[in-house]
């Protein structure tokens, strides 16, 4: 599968959860399968998505927060890991989608392919942590770390997407920060 069509298969299980995308493809890809108020766009802040994840999880206890990563983004912000592991927030959902590459920006090879995150976040401290590698262990992984405490680890691995990217997020980041604090506020 690919990473586009792995977001969409977690996108299709959210209803109220507050997502915070990485930037780059991730984001474009989660707008174009599913925007809404709640979905929090990076732009231009590779590596931070988990870290401000983590801060809306723990000051919004009662609001279930996913974090959609990548694997470069994850392994440029590898300090997250153990900060989520031992602040241990019950409500957070980590899912990075592991192509093995910046797609954004090339499809550079990243070091995904020779550092398993999933072992890395067990060993951080996460209480569930879950790999998937086609629809049907994505869905049946996402079912299992959804209904159980946090923080969860789903690592998806998949493939760089073919053919043209999704449309740039079209809102500017004023209105991404406005409408997510809304839909915070009302979690």
Known sequence: MTTRESIGIVARKLDRELVVCTTGYTCRDMQACS???????MIGSMGLAASLGLGVALSKPGARVVVFDGDG????????????????????IHVVFDNEVFASTGNQPTYSGAVSLDRLASAAGY??????????????????????AGPAFLLVKCRPDEGPPAERVRLEPEQITERFMEAVNAS
Do not use: C
Request: glycine share 12%; charged share 20%.
């Open 73 to 92: 983004a994850a392994l440029m912000g590898l300090g997250n890991l153990p900060a989520i592991g031992a602040l241990a927030p019950a409500n957070l």
């Open 35 to 41: 925007d809404r108020p709640g979905n929090f766009y």
């Open 127 to 148: 209480r569930q942590v879950a790999r998937a590698g086609t629809p049907e262990e994505l869905s049946q992984a996402w079912d299992k770390i959804d209904h159980g």
